[in-house]
């Protein structure tokens, strides 16, 4: 994996064990389940604090670095207007958002293979940035 983006203050990366540990105890989340991830260099987590403080995980795949989660304290959601501050800054450094690509490929295997899913209407700005996906 290229290596992992280098965001400007107020994203502060998460650089350690103790490090992990200790914002997935003070956010309440389960952060710290993806340290074998975070340690091969697949996934690099940030907490931002801006106008809210949020820990936001990025996943690499072969298109690159995306936004894979982005959560306020006790794994609840961003509201949509930081969000989208959130996604500009990140696209200014080349995060990328959306579905991972295996996500990707997945879809079209079912496609050919005629299990395909009926294809939904395309959604609202949450809905396209496919956040929850931090295995793929």
Known sequence: ???APV???PFVRIANRKQLEEVARE????LA?????????KMAAYVWGDTSEAV???TCDAAGWRLA???A???VDLEDSILR???RRLELVGVRTGPSVQWLMHRLDDRATSNAHPLAAPGGFLESLSLGDLWS
């Open 1 to 3: 994996a290229p290596p």
């Open 7 to 9: 965001l400007d203050p």
């Open 27 to 30: 956010f309440r989340n389960c």
């Open 33 to 41: 389940d993806h340290g074998g991830r975070l340690a091969d260099g």
């Open 56 to 58: 936001i995980a990025l």
């Open 69 to 71: 989660e982005a959560k």
């Open 73 to 75: 304290r006790d794994n």
């Open 85 to 87: 501050e959130l996604v």
